[in-house]
């Protein structure tokens, strides 16, 4: 699964009600593609503005970080569930699943007269046994979770027997009987069921990660289950259908229905079941002889080879590259609305969200390929080989989040791919500075806990390491055997050791120990010293991260030295103490030392290089990330002339990144390099290939507020690229209001959400009351990511115009999302959007109050503004009275 990082204005939810990413982790597009400068210290990691990983990803709330960390045993199985056969149709209205389940079991080992399903939140309407053809009633207890199902007789591990279910299945019921089940773990999702949003499809769709197909089918809903299945699925004739495996047929019911059958002959988790229903666009494509299609809602079928067309490629690299074909029957694609993540690995037909769904025009500034190949890269680890518990989800995710940079690597080059790299160790990083576990886990409070940074990207730079230290050789050989050795099977960690070791001769339990089963990472100090009568220089590591007595690490690396007669030497050297010192010969002070060379340790590292020997490895040191690193450590030493001379250097890079960084880091204070600096910049806004670059330099001449350059922002505003358009825009709006407002109504109907978010926040500060059907329409179509930020502009845009009608109609759309949305996101987003229009009132009340002359001349003010108060408390107090997520709950009461 891909999680997002929502560090984009989810503004309250983000630091009050969540951890973690997505895990599976990407917000794409978040501050317009531009970072911030560089920490202090010097870092091998980016200090990047973009983040999915799987929202972030939200992984579990902090209010449960007080209950004890419990032992997270593999699921002990008592059944093998050999083949799961379903027919559903669905009662729109209601939200219900209307089920029968047929069921082919046997016990495990054991001989056994019981069978226990998991099954939440069902009406049970039959049970039997299916014997000779016909069904015998069988007794069972139920306590809304779980059946226990009471066999005829006892059977044995040698035989077989077959349980029918009838049921109706209440998925958006579950959480009245069950609140501690999150909105996101009901399994099936209802999308506008009643098709009462003309901006919005009707859909349906499943999500069954963690343990949540059991919300609308009875199985055992365990990783390490695994089983055939196959599905029949009635629907109203205007829609189609998806689901695992092959589609068999559809049967015409003479009824303005439809029945679907899908067929699946391969066994996996039950969580990897899926379903999706609603009007899309099938886009068809081949790999070899297996079927690859997109689906899409119909507006965007024009650009679904833009999209989605590498995927044949895709499966071409992974099977040639794991040695192992790609193992399913097919392999589809959907974009659904309003996903509860990134995306999902379902086996052979994979769900993503809605901002998945590009026109051309946006392809230009970013696209999703690290997500598609995620989840492509699941379909071997995942779905082939599953995690046999939670504890060890890094089998499945740490393999999918290094698949992106396999395949980035592959088509886009090395730069591309250890960029993409660099940001996994920055988002690792980030949630090491308040949460740090081992990557496999048995203690957590909740699986939820799992989803994290930890198991996504640590993990993908663990494998990076591993595969940098056993060589690439070895690397796939040992994934090829693990994957022959647990096919169709689950596996645990010790598996996948046992594969490498069995591969390479090598024991590597140090590897893994200290990787992957201990928590935190090495924080390196590194320090050099060149002893000109020895003729030699000292390299001394300090592994800072020991003074809290966190553990030592064994560390290979290399270390190049670049002598000052311009010969290169290299030297392999191991880290094992907490200061390792090394001496090498030089009779000059060499140019530059660079430690790890290959730049492959997980680390924080603080690099006490002189600014010359950065600018020397900016020159001379050959891989994208010295270049990048120096650029990054450069930037606290700026107030040195040379280090400006080198960032104008940088601007000219062969890569786009670096390019980019050296722009947003150049001075344009500095008198020797100002001149140079700006006509270079002028050039690239204009001209450079990507837009990325472009927008940077657009930012950076709009930080001098000059008129000058009024031309470059009209021409942004043109730019095929919508990230120039949205800086251009703010480049426009600090100079001139009335150009930027006419600008943004030339562009308020397109659906980009950057652009979007910036036309809210210029009609924030600019709109007149015929902008509010804007927000309502962006409130009604946007992504829930997007209507974030939209909701925080609307509220700004009502106490800016400070109108009644206004008002009325923004607290009406406001609090029918409070009480209506689906996702607690969007409803505490809009809650608190309340809550900040209440406390402007109040704030205006406190100031007229304490001012006596005011307060006696302003009465009618003051009387008009309790009653608005008075009126947005009643609105809050009916939210917060029909809200049931406890974890809302909670934090209301503090409102």
């Keep these: 699964m891909y999680k997002l990082n929502v560090f984009h204005i989810a503004f309250w939810a983000l630091f009050i009600l969540s951890s973690c990413s997505g895990t599976k982790s990407v917000q794409k597009g978040e501050n317009n593609g531009i970072k911030p400068v560089p920490s202090t210290e010097t870092e091998v990691t980016e ?48 939200q219900y699943v209307l089920g029968e389940a047929n069921l082919l079991l046997r016990p495990f080992f054991y001989s056994t007269n019981t069978l226990v399903l998991d099954a939440k939140g069902f009406d049970i309407h039959q049970v039997a046994l299916i014997k000779d053809k016909k069904r015998e009633e069988l007794e069972y ?43 996101d773990n009901i399994g099936l999702f209802f999308i506008d069921p009643l098709d009462e949003n003309p901006l919005k499809p009707t859909q349906l769709w499943t999500q069954g990660e963690m343990e949540a197909s059991s919300c609308w089918f009875p199985t055992i809903d365990s990783p390490n289950e695994r ?4 599905i029949a699925i009635t629907i109203d004739d205007k829609y189609i259908s998806l689901s695992n495996g092959k589609f068999i047929k559809t049967t015409n019911n003479n009824n303005g229905t439809h029945t679907d059958y899908w067929k699946q002959e391969k066994g996996h988790a039950p969580y990897l079941f899926m379903m999706a229903v609603g009007e899309f666009a099938v886009v068809k494509d081949k790999w070899r002889d297996i079927e690859v299609n997109y689906y899409v809602e119909k507006e965007y079928e024009p650009y679904a080879r833009s999209i989605f067309g590498n995927t044949p490629e895709m499966l071409e690299y992974f099977s040639n590259l794991f040695n192992y074909d790609y193992p399913w029957e097919k392999y589809s694609q959907i974009v659904v609305r309003d996903f509860v993540a990134g995306a999902m690995e379902n086996t052979s037909a994979s769900i993503f969200y809605e901002d998945m769904h ?129 096919e169709y099977n ?49 390299v001394s590591a300090y592994q800072k991260q020991t003074e809290k007595g966190n553990t030592l690490y064994r560390l290979p690396m290399a270390v190049d030295i670049y002598h000052a007669n311009g010969k290169k030497e290299r030297h392999h050297i191991v880290l094992e103490d907490t200061v390792s010192t090394f001496v090498f010969a030089a009779s000059q002070e060499p140019k530059l030392v660079n430690v790890d060379a290959d730049k492959m340790v ?21 891989l994208f990330l010295d270049r990048y690193e120096s650029i990054l450590s450069l930037y606290k030493m700026q107030e040195d002339v040379e280090v400006q001379k080198v960032l104008l250097e940088a601007m000219r890079d062969s890569s786009w990144i670096i390019r980019r960084e050296a722009i947003s880091m150049i001075r344009l204070d500095n008198e020797t390099t100002k001149e140079e600096a700006i006509v270079l910049l002028k050039d690239i806004a204009k001209k450079d290939r990507k837009s990325q670059v472009r927008a940077m330099a657009v930012t950076k001449l709009r930080g001098m507020r000059n008129k000058a350059f009024l031309p470059i922002f009209e021409k942004g505003i043109q ?88 008002e009325k109609r923004g607290l009406e759309t406001l609090e029918r999302l409070a009480l209506e949305s689906n996702n607690r996101w969007l409803r505490l987003n809009a809650t608190k959007s309340i809550g900040m229009l209440r406390d ?56």
């Design 490 to 538: 689950s596996a645990e960690i010790h598996d996948l050791r046992l594969a490498f070791e069995e591969t390479c001769g090598e024991d590597l339990n140090w590897f893994f120990n200290q990787w992957f089963m201990v928590p935190g990472h090495p924080e390196l100090v590194i320090d050099y010293d060149f002893n000109k009568v020895k003729n030699s220089i000292r």
């Design 719 to 806: 730019d095929p690229s919508f990230l120039v358009k949205n800086i251009s825009l703010l480049g426009l709006s600090d100079l001139d209001d009335a150009a930027t407002l006419k600008a943004a109504g030339q562009l308020d109907e397109e659906k980009n959400p950057t652009l979007i978010n910036r036309i809210a926040q210029i009609y924030a500060e600019l709109g007149t009351t015929k902008h509010q059907s804007f927000f309502e329409e962006q409130l009604g179509t946007q992504s829930r990511f997007s209507q974030y930020s939209i909701m925080e502009n609307y509220v700004e845009y009502m106490q800016r115009l400070d109108n009644p009608k206004v």
């Design 47 to 94: 200090v990047s503005a973009v983040a999915e990983y799987h929202l972030p990803v939200f992984t579990h709330d902090h209010k449960g970080d007080d209950k004890e960390k419990e032992y997270r045993h593999s699921k002990k199985r008592e059944h093998d569930l050999i083949h799961t056969s379903l027919a559903v149709s669905f009662d729109w209205n209601k």
């Design 227 to 230: 089983t055939t299945q196959e």
């Design 358 to 486: 590009m026109t051309d025009a946006e392809l230009l500034d970013d696209d999703n390929e690290d997500i598609i190949a995620h989840e492509l890269a699941h379909h071997w680890f995942g779905d082939l080989v599953t995690c046999e518990s939670w504890a060890n989800l890094a089998l499945n995710e740490s393999f999918a989040t290094y698949s992106e940079y396999l395949w980035i690597a592959h088509k886009y080059g090395r730069d591309e791919a250890d960029y993409h790299l660099s940001k996994d160790l920055t988002a690792y990083l980030g949630e090491a500075n308040y949460k740090q576990e081992p990557i496999i886990r048995f203690h957590y409070r909740d699986k939820d806990e799992m989803f994290d940074r930890h198991s996504y990207q640590k993990g993908g730079r663990v494998l990076h390491m591993l595969r940098n230290y056993i060589g690439d050789d070895a690397f796939f050989v040992a994934l090829t055997n693990y994957l022959n050795d647990r």
């Design 141 to 183: 207890t139920y306590d809304d979770l779980k059946m226990t199902i009471q066999l005829d007789r006892i059977y044995s591990r040698e035989e077989q027997f077959e349980i029918f279910i009838k049921y109706t299945a209440k998925p958006n019921e579950i959480r009245d009987k069950f609140p501690e089940i999150t909105e």
């Design 840 to 895: 402007s009132y109040n704030s205006r009340k406190k100031k007229l109050s304490l001012n006596t002359e005011l307060a006696s001349t302003n009465t009618n003010e003051l009387q008009e503004i309790d009653m608005r108060i008075s009126e947005l408390n009643e609105v809050l107090d009916h939210i917060k009275s029909n809200e049931i997520d406890e974890s809302l709950i909670e934090f209301y009461q503090g409102m």
């Design 602 to 622: 997980l680390c924080r590292k603080k690099d006490n290089k002189s600014v010359a020997a950065f600018i020397n490895q900016y020159r001379l040191a050959p």
